[in-house]
């Protein structure tokens, strides 16, 4: 799977949107971009993904640059809840069994 | 929505037990996986399975065996337990495997081998 760039840490205030960024400027045209998160002591959780178009879902919006090198994942009110740590994966069309994640950043929600 | 469910959060062993982690998803899931976490080392895949009684090879099966009796439980078994069997263990599941598709975790089994 190709390799994706985020910041450590980011921090938000409660009821804000945020936006977490994502590069991934050695994508290719088959690669998927998915995001997850995983809450303290929790398994991660499937967020959103996309190919080229942006996408929106309950949880969050995912909005890829015209190139595709970079995303940003928008949650557009964040509550505490959201405090967690955000993967930026890519993923092969044709499928690969496992998951990588990187580093991920880690966001924090203030009150 | 997919509920991927893990037998215990928190699990308690001592070295040489055989120990089992069960997973249970109930999407009809074609596909389930045993990950373990460490800190540092991120996700490694450990088993998979693609059909019922089908198993593969992760990156880091030795010391683990694994059972896919019925679609919807997935079994994890360390054989003698170590100390560097101390870890977070996550259960998945998807549909397919291709890229398009997520893969659902349940939240995890932190087995501690003392």
């Known amino acids: 799977d190709a390799k994706t760039t985020q910041p450590n840490s980011m921090e938000s205030n409660e009821e804000e949107p945020v936006h977490l960024p994502c590069n991934h400027s050695?994508?290719?045209?088959?690669?998927?971009i998915h995001w997850y998160r995983q809450l303290p002591s929790q398994g991660p959780e499937y967020v959103i993904h996309?190919?080229?178009s942006n996408v929106n879902n309950r949880m969050a919006s995912l909005a890829i640059a015209e190139d595709r090198k970079s995303s940003t994942l928008i949650l557009h009110r964040a509550t505490l809840r959201d405090a967690a740590v955000y993967y930026c994966?890519?993923?092969?069309?044709?499928?690969?069994?496992?998951?990588?994640f990187g580093k991920g950043t880690k966001l924090t929600v203030n009150p | 929505d997919v509920k991927v469910t893990q037998s215990s959060r928190y699990l308690v062993k001592r070295t040489g037990e055989k120990v089992f982690l069960e997973c249970v998803q109930d999407?009809?899931?074609?596909?389930m996986f045993w990950y373990r976490q460490d800190p540092g080392l991120g996700l490694r895949l450990i088993y998979f399975?693609?059909?019922?009684?089908?198993?593969e090879k992760g990156d880091i099966p030795e010391g683990y065996s694994v059972s896919r009796e019925k679609k919807e439980r997935f079994s994890l078994i360390l054989e003698s337990a170590s100390t560097n069997q101390t870890s977070m263990y996550l259960c998945?599941?998807?549909?397919?495997?291709?890229?398009?598709?997520?893969?659902?975790f349940g939240d995890g089994t932190r087995l501690s081998i003392l």
């Open positions: 994966i890519l993923r092969w069309q044709g499928g690969s069994e496992k998951l990588v």
């Open positions: 996309g190919l080229t």
């Open positions: 050695t994508i290719s045209g088959t690669d998927y």
């Open positions: 999407m009809d899931h074609e596909n």
């Open positions: 399975s693609y059909d019922v009684k089908m198993k």
């Open positions: 998945a599941s998807s549909p397919e495997t291709v890229g398009n598709q997520p893969q659902h």
